[in-house]
């Protein structure tokens, strides 16, 4: 049972173009969590989903970030004109449940660098 | 508010010491786990401890869980090079999420 994939591991962007980020969950897990995370730093939740519903948006940014985890298919992250403080790792988690009282999977995470 | 702030921020010890890091937390939650992460990797889940549980034990961790202070501690016994690491607590809060705080930097000195 292969883990949670991310791809690509390291995207590098010029500031105005578009980052998409891609995360299969483990086999069985329909649960979806994106976080982010600056250097040095703890990661910050940024959005839950399920297939094809947002749960839980509360720490997406109001514009240029968007999500979504389609009934077919890895769920995307898609950051709209990168800024050079988009640059951080985007980490994607998983779990079969809601992740109160579970234990969720991480991904090794996509690494974005804006120039 | 932030949820799961660790402490210290950053630890050196010798190999073979132990090494105990703590969790703080602000609201009540259901559960409370620690994870860890190599430099540039991803998050590795240790242990979770349920709000009605005092301690836990997984090999050479310990976890313990004083919900009346909403803290949490986590100790590596007889620490090895490979334990360096960053250990972040997360905690959910009720929620459907967890809340990770900043982490602490350890590095275990051969």
């Known amino acids: 049972n292969a883990g949670v994939m991310q791809n690509p591991r390291h995207l590098v962007r010029r500031r105005g173009q578009e980052a998409r980020l891609r995360c299969s969950p483990m086999?069985?897990?329909?649960?979806v969590y994106w976080y982010r995370q600056l250097p040095e730093e703890g990661l910050k939740f940024m959005v839950y989903?399920?297939?094809?519903?947002?749960?839980?948006e509360s720490g997406m940014p109001k514009e240029r970030f968007s999500a979504e985890f389609p009934k077919e298919g890895p769920s995307i992250l898609r950051i709209q004109q990168v800024v050079r403080g988009d640059s951080a790792a985007y980490f994607c988690?998983?779990?079969?449940?809601?992740?109160?009282?579970?234990?969720?999977?991480f991904g090794e995470g996509s690494w974005l660098t804006v120039v | 508010s932030q949820q799961g702030e660790e402490d210290p921020q950053a630890l050196s010890i010798q190999e073979g010491e132990n090494a105990t890091m703590n969790c703080s937390y602000k609201?009540?939650?259901?559960?409370l786990q620690w994870y860890r992460q190599n430099s540039g990797r991803g998050l590795v889940h240790l242990i979770l401890?349920?709000?009605?549980?005092r301690e836990k034990h997984s090999g050479r961790l310990r976890v313990t869980l004083d919900t009346s202070k909403k803290s949490s501690s986590l100790l590596i016994t007889a620490s090895r090079a490979a334990d360096t690491a960053s250990y972040f607590c997360?905690?959910?809060?009720?929620?459907?999420?967890?809340?990770f705080g900043q982490g602490t930097r350890l590095t275990i000195n051969p």
């Open positions: 988690a998983s779990s079969p449940r809601a992740a109160s009282g579970n234990t969720i999977y």
């Open positions: 989903l399920q297939k094809e519903n947002i749960i839980d």
């Open positions: 086999k069985g897990h329909s649960h």
């Open positions: 997360a905690t959910d809060g009720g929620a459907q999420k967890l809340v």
């Open positions: 401890i349920r709000s009605n549980e």
């Open positions: 609201t009540s939650i259901n559960n």
